[in-house]
């Protein structure tokens, strides 16, 4: 497996990491905890080191799939985790609110460690940005659980160049979780330059576009309950029928290097910067694999811009206005 290092921040990982949260929230029901450890575990074994997750997905159980599916492997994996939203202790409910105070990003991290039976939490992401909480108080509390040992890396999720940019001033920033894919390109004009600038990595969710990229998605598509892409603008009928002109273009130059949709949007990613790391998600070993393959695509210059001409043509919103007010700024 190769590896990159986040940024000039020294923290080295996987060129491709795991993202967990299907494994326990948004896309149906939790799936199976003795099938996702072997998928986990799986994914150590084929040399995967980069593991994501937050205690809002499920809320608390993927935190804990993880913490007890990878413990035999402490000290050789980094686990990226996040803080700031508003949570009923219970688990009951998924999230109210967002909620960055110093008080709630030190209970986090404190029950994170022992949600993932670690002694330190390899990368701590502000999960979005909190209007209410000035981002240099959040920054600074980071740094302090860093000074104390609690913490070793300090991320953001989804947030503005500005932001970006006060709060490295303050504590140094890692990495920037936000979603980038062929059909979200949004961090491309401003955001991808200032992480060049300063020194941090990029880890894009949502990499193959919630499955969309993968090529088995069609107009006809159904999502089942629980399944949020259901609600999502862009997965509406006439927004995947009108996008299928990219998922042509990327099986025809699949076909041509005896690859997958899936891996030829993956290896445009890896292609951008050298200190990309995408999280795509799965819960099956097949698709792991298949995602891990894409490490030795090599695309040429005609495929990538053949690819961006097409990706220039996607039609419809990411998020629900509500949803897409909660990216930072």
């Given at each position: 497996?190769?590896?990159?290092?986040?940024?000039?921040?020294?923290?080295m990982?996987?060129?491709?990491g795991?993202?967990?949260?299907?494994?326990?929230?948004?896309?149906g029901?939790?799936?199976?905890?003795?099938?996702?450890?072997?998928?986990?575990?799986?994914?150590v074994?084929?040399?995967?080191?980069f593991?994501?997750?937050?205690?809002?997905?499920?809320?608390?159980?993927?935190e804990?799939?993880?913490?007890?599916?990878?413990?035999?492997?402490?000290g050789?994996?980094?686990?990226?985790?996040k803080?700031?939203f508003?949570?009923?202790?219970?688990?009951?409910q998924?999230?109210?609110g967002?909620?960055?105070?110093?008080?709630?990003?030190?209970?986090?991290?404190?029950?994170?460690?022992?949600?993932?039976?670690?002694?330190?939490l390899?990368?701590?992401?502000?999960?979005?940005?909190?209007?209410?909480?000035?981002?240099?108080?959040?920054?600074?509390?980071?740094?302090?659980?860093?000074?104390?040992?609690?913490?070793?890396?300090?991320?953001?999720?989804?947030?503005?160049?500005?932001?970006?940019?006060?709060?490295?001033?303050?504590?140094?920033?890692?990495?920037?979780?936000?979603?980038?894919?062929?059909?979200?390109?949004?961090?491309e004009?401003?955001?991808?330059?200032?992480?060049?600038?300063l020194?941090?990595g990029?880890?894009?969710?949502?990499?193959?576009g919630?499955?969309?990229?993968?090529?088995?998605?069609?107009a006809?598509?159904?999502?089942?309950?629980?399944?949020?892409?259901?609600?999502?603008?862009?997965?509406?009928?006439?927004?995947m029928?009108?996008?299928?002109?990219?998922?042509?273009?990327?099986?025809?130059?699949?076909?041509?290097?005896?690859a997958?949709?899936?891996?030829?949007?993956?290896?445009w990613?890896?292609?951008?910067?050298?200190?990309?790391?995408?999280?795509?998600?799965?819960?099956?070993?097949?698709?792991?694999?298949?995602?891990?393959?894409?490490t030795?695509?090599f695309?040429?210059?005609?495929?990538?811009?053949?690819?961006?001409?097409?990706?220039?043509?996607?039609?419809?919103e990411?998020?629900?206005?509500?949803l897409?007010?909660?990216t930072?700024?």
């Open positions: 497996m190769q590896t990159r290092e986040l940024g000039r921040s020294g923290l990982v996987s060129a491709i795991l993202g967990c949260m299907g494994m326990s929230f948004s896309y029901p939790p799936k199976d905890k003795a099938e996702m450890t072997k998928v986990l575990r799986g994914a074994e084929r040399g995967v080191t593991f994501d997750t937050a205690e809002v997905y499920g809320p608390f159980i993927n804990e799939l993880l913490g007890e599916a990878l413990e035999p492997f402490k050789q994996i980094v686990i990226a985790t803080f700031g508003k949570l009923d202790p219970t688990g009951q998924r999230w109210s967002l909620d960055s105070s110093p008080a709630n990003i030190r209970a986090v991290a404190e029950a994170s460690l022992k949600r993932l039976r670690v002694e330190a390899d990368l701590f992401y502000q999960h979005r940005v909190d209007p209410n909480i000035p981002i240099e108080e959040v920054a600074g509390t980071v740094g302090e659980l860093i000074r104390e040992g609690k913490v070793k890396h300090f991320g953001l999720s989804e947030a503005g160049t500005a932001t970006i940019r006060r709060a490295h001033a303050v504590q140094k920033v890692t990495a920037l979780q936000s979603e980038y894919s062929l059909w979200f390109r949004q961090v004009a401003e955001t991808l330059p200032l992480l060049e600038e020194g941090i990029l880890v894009p969710y949502s990499p193959l919630r499955g969309f990229l993968t090529g088995t998605i069609d006809k598509t159904q999502f089942g309950d629980g399944d949020f892409r259901a609600n999502l603008p862009r997965f509406a009928p006439e927004a029928a009108a996008n299928q002109a990219l998922i042509a273009l990327l099986t025809s130059i699949a076909a041509a290097h005896k997958t949709p899936a891996q030829v949007s993956l290896a990613l890896l292609s951008r910067k050298p200190w990309i790391v995408p999280i795509p998600g799965t819960t099956k070993l097949s698709r792991l694999d298949e995602n891990l393959g894409s030795q695509l695309l040429s210059q005609e495929d990538l811009s053949a690819i961006d001409a097409a990706a220039a043509l996607v039609q419809g990411r998020y629900p206005e509500a897409e007010a909660l930072g700024k």
